[in-house]
Each structure stands twice: as structure tokens, then as C-alpha cells.
């Protein structure tokens, strides 16, 4: 690749971007949480952005975090490491060990596998329920006509952490319809914590009410193709 990248260049860029949208939207700046993707980039470049004073980040799969983080957090204990990718049941386990926030409950046999790991391991990470805001079928997220009942079962049922809703629009709508869709099953249920929000798009969801933006070819750059293997 041999692309050099000025990583504090970079954060600095984005916080400063995140402070005027935060202060156009009459919010302050420190209510919205800067989650730096690093997939599909190598430790190094996560290294780097830790060195730069970032300490909150995402991995989008369990066996890529697994490879790169251990060694990070021991050397940054006060990271933040949030999941951002679809969760199969059988890595729930290695997941609730390695992520201190899980963003991506989204159905049912998930919520009482993490309850269950919950229980086992007394780590709680706080969660975020996807929605799929735009009904895609290829989608992860739970549908936004199924998401009321959903939450409720987190909440009651399953007693998670639940800390707020993420979602991902679909790449080609105007992006401010799903984050206003999301803060309103948000505020139905009282939840405070929004994820949402892109490199594209996070001084939108800022204007929404975004309190969590994931942001990464902003910081990173562009990322290398992605192999096939998914987890
Ligand atoms: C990759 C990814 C991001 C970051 O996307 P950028 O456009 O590179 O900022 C955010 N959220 C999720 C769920 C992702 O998979």
C-alpha cells in the first residue's frame, strides 16, 4: 500500500468537523463519541490513532479484532473497543471477552445468547440494537416494524444493557430519514444512545442526534479489498 497517512491530521480534521456540527446543531461536542474503524487496516494503523490520543474504536469482525486488539489494549488498557459486525451465535463467547460495547444485537436468539454469556462470565458490555432502518434483505438489523417489540424483549425478557440503537442506511437514500427514524424508536423507548453516522455522513447524524459516529476512511483511508471469509 505504502499510502502515508497523517493520522492526527486526520482525527483533528474530524473532531474539528464533529464540533462545528455539534455546535450548528446546538449540542456539545463532547455528547458525540468518535468510534474509529479500523478494519480491514492493519494493528499498526490502529496503533498509530491510539498513539494520537484516540482511544475509542470498532472492529467489524470477531476474528480479525481477536488477531489485532489483545495486544493494543494491553499496551492502551483505557480502549474502547465496540463491535460493529454481524454476530453468530457461536462467537458470542469470544465476542462479550474481547468487546467492551456491542453494537449489533439484532434478533432474538442473540439476545438470550448474550444474556446466557452474560450471566456465565459477569462482563455486561452495553449494547446497541440494530434496525434496518431501510427493510434491505441482505441486511443485518432487525426490521423497523419489529423493532418496539424487540427492544422490549432486550429490556424485560432478556435484561441486556441495552445503551441505544445503531443503524446503517442503505447507501443510496438521503441518510437523514433513517436517523430521524432511529430517534424516534429511540425516544419511544427512552433510549439515549444513538449510533449512526459515516465518514459520509456523521455532520448529519450529528444534526439528528447521533451520541456515537463510526468513522473510518476519514481517519484510515481507504480500505483494502475485503477477502471473502465473514464471521
Ligand atoms: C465500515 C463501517 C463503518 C465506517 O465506514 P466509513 O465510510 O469508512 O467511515 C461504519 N459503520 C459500520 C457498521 C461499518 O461496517
Not at 11 to 38: C, F, Q, W, Y
Not at 129 to 153: L, R, T
Amino acid at each position: 500500500m505504502g499510502e502515508k497517512i497523517d493520522f492526527a491530521a486526520n482525527l483533528a480534521n474530524v473532531r474539528a468537523k464533529i464540533a462545528e456540527a455539534a455546535s450548528l446543531a446546538g449540542r456539545d461536542p463532547r455528547a458525540v463519541t468518535l468510534v474509529a474503524v479500523g478494519k480491514a487496516h492493519p494493528a499498526e494503523r490502529s496503533r498509530a490513532a491510539l498513539t494520537a490520543g484516540q482511544r475509542v474504536f470498532a472492529e467489524n469482525r470477531v476474528q480479525e479484532a481477536a488477531a489485532k486488539w489483545p495486544a493494543l489494549k494491553e499496551q492502551f488498557s483505557d480502549t474502547v473497543l465496540h463491535l460493529i459486525g454481524p454476530l453468530q451465535t457461536n462467537k458470542v463467547k469470544q465476542a462479550v471477552a474481547l468487546f467492551d460495547v456491542i453494537e449489533t444485537l439484532d434478533r432474538p436468539r442473540l439476545a438470550r445468547s448474550l444474556a446466557t454469556e452474560f450471566d456465565r462470565s459477569g462482563r455486561q458490555p452495553p449494547c446497541f440494537i440494530q434496525v434496518n432502518s431501510g427493510a434491505e434483505p441482505q441486511k443485518a438489523g432487525i426490521p423497523p416494524q419489529e423493532a418496539d417489540a424487540f427492544i422490549a424483549a432486550c429490556v424485560n425478557e432478556f435484561a441486556l444493557p441495552v445503551a441505544g440503537l445503531m443503524c446503517i442506511p442503505p447507501a443510496a437514500d438521503e441518510p437523514s430519514l433513517h436517523f430521524a427514524l432511529l430517534r424516534e424508536i429511540a425516544g419511544r423507548h427512552g433510549l439515549t444512545g444513538l449510533s449512526m453516522g459515516m465518514s459520509a455522513d456523521y455532520e448529519i447524524a450529528i444534526a439528528f442526534g447521533a451520541t456515537h459516529i463510526r468513522v473510518g476512511t476519514a481517519i484510515f483511508g481507504s480500505r483494502p479489498p475485503l477477502t471473502a471469509n465473514r464471521d
